[in-house]
């Protein structure tokens, strides 16, 4: 059984159809790439997911209430007082204790450490610079252990060093965890040395690849790839 | 200057008002609501004068002024309009009713520049002890919320797959900023609500960074230029609500200074 099973998925905005006829079947513990042009709906897709969207037909079925989502935009001015610690224990977010159990004491420092944030946990987040603000909110995400991880455009800030090390941090938990990554981006190139497969958003509708196959789409895709380097720069 | 009855309760209405305007403001300033803020003091002014024309206090016309007006903000702002304009409609409105109602009552000048610019000297104990009440429903509901409150007012955007009690959670929220403007403008009156509610908090902001600290150090901000002002204002016999506000100015502007010098 995959974690994300679609079957005649569609989504619509009022008159206006995004997706249809979306079949697709993500099996659990893969890394896939959530590929296509700017509107092509991999967003409101997204959203369907984690519960946001109303109009939809067919079925889609998401095998687990357990996901982390990092957004593709967030407010963070240098004047963010915040400590990265502190932004992430945000995601406990239920119940009325002002104070944190010991368990969840425990659990945000693994996150932490996990993303390579535990010296800086102390850090106002308004000032850490761009990579490091992009793993403390996937280390936000992952505070209650998610067995599907969602990040939206979040290597697009950062240069290539970076880019590589947050998807080398993520694939790591891939592997030991078994976790589901779903990965919105434009940087093909980037992504084909991390994914196992492909969800490619085109003409209303959603294929899905394999592995090997991203090299071809890679290829065919390089020229309108370079045109988004040169905007994300 | 502490035998005068007067003297007691307006030090006492004061630390009430700057424990809620200190804790309330973290949330408002984390949520960028200085704008709304504002304007539901404008508003409150209507509900006052609403209040007065009809033969109500001024503070009950002046909460169910805030409340509702919060609520319709809150249910008008969507991702189609854009916050700032829904309150500057919505203010806009209120204003234009606070004068009707001024002229309609035949309210004297001085109950006006009461509400406009506070009148802590002139506080009961009647008035306090209704200020003690309400402080006490905001902070613990407040504190029942605190999670959830944390959360919208730090980070929305993470905030997905919300359960229907964390939904209500900003409404909860209009309602408390709505309660704590009218009481705070019982100190420093509706044209100053900035001074006790906004600027305490976004001095905090600039030394320290937990949510709990923020409260504690806002709270304090509040509390020194409450106290500060009040003796002031006693000993000189000029309005406490020019003090409290030059006194919270003044933090403000070093705070940002000291930070940027910092940064």
């Given at each position: 059984m995959g974690i994300i099973e679609t079957k005649n998925f569609g989504i619509r905005y009022g008159e206006r159809v995004v997706l249809s006829d979306v079949n697709i079947d993500v099996p659990a513990g893969r890394f896939f790439a959530l590929l296509g042009e700017n509107g092509a709906g991999k967003t409101t897709f997204i959203k369907s997911i984690i519960g946001q969207n109303q109009q939809t037909t067919g079925e889609l079925l998401v095998n687990t209430t357990l996901i982390g989502f990092v957004p593709q935009f967030r407010d963070i001015s240098?004047?963010?007082?915040?400590?990265i610690s502190e932004f992430v224990s945000l995601s406990y977010n239920s119940g009325w204790r002002f104070w944190l159990s010991n368990q969840e004491k425990k659990r945000i420092s693994e996150s932490l450490t996990r993303m390579d944030l535990a010296d800086i946990a102390d850090k106002r987040l308004g000032l850490a610079s761009g990579g490091q603000q992009q793993r403390a909110y996937v280390a936000q995400a992952l505070v209650k252990s998610p067995e599907l991880l969602i990040l939206d455009e979040s290597t697009a800030s950062l240069d290539h060093e970076h880019k590589v090390a947050l998807l080398q941090n993520v694939t790591a938990l891939q592997k030991a965890h078994n976790l589901t990554i779903l990965f919105i981006t434009h940087e093909l190139k980037l992504v084909s040395q991390f994914a196992d497969g492909y969800l490619l958003f085109k003409n209303g509708t959603v294929s899905q690849g394999e592995a090997e196959d991203l090299n071809v789409l890679t290829l065919e895709m390089t020229h309108r790839h370079d045109e988004d380097e040169v905007r994300n720069v | 200057m502490f035998n005068y009855d007067f003297m007691q309760n307006a030090f006492m209405a004061g630390t009430v008002v700057s424990l809620i305007a200190g804790i309330v403001g973290t949330f408002v300033v984390a949520r960028n609501y200085a704008f709304l803020t504002h304007s539901l003091s404008e508003i409150g002014f209507a509900g006052a004068t609403f209040g007065l024309f009809v033969g109500w206090p001024a503070l009950l016309g002046m909460m169910l002024a805030t409340s509702s007006a919060s609520l319709l903000i809150g249910a008008l702002e969507s991702g189609y309009t854009k916050r700032d304009n829904v309150t500057s409609a919505v203010s806009a409105l209120a204003i234009g009713m606070g004068i009707l109602f001024l002229a309609l009552g035949h309210t004297s000048t001085t109950a006006a520049t009461g509400i406009l610019f506070g009148s802590v000297l002139g506080i009961s104990h009647q008035d306090l002890l209704l200020l003690v009440i309400l402080a006490f429903i905001v902070i613990l509901v407040l504190l029942f919320n605190y999670r959830a409150l944390r959360q919208l007012s730090f980070d929305e955007a993470g905030m997905f797959l919300q359960s229907n009690s964390q939904k209500m959670v900003r409404y909860i929220f209009l309602v408390i900023i709505a309660i704590s403007v009218s009481i705070s403008s019982q100190l420093v009156g509706s044209l100053l609500i900035f001074v006790l509610v906004t600027l305490p908090a976004a001095s905090a902001k600039y030394y320290v960074t937990s949510t709990l600290k923020l409260m504690g150090l806002a709270v304090a901000f509040a509390l020194f230029g409450t106290w500060v002002g009040l003796t002031i204002a006693y000993l000189t016999n000029l309005p406490t609500s020019f003090f409290i506000a030059v006194i919270e100015v003044l933090i403000y502007l070093l705070s940002v200074w000291q930070f940027q010098k910092k940064a």
């Open positions: 240098r004047d963010y007082p915040l400590s | -």
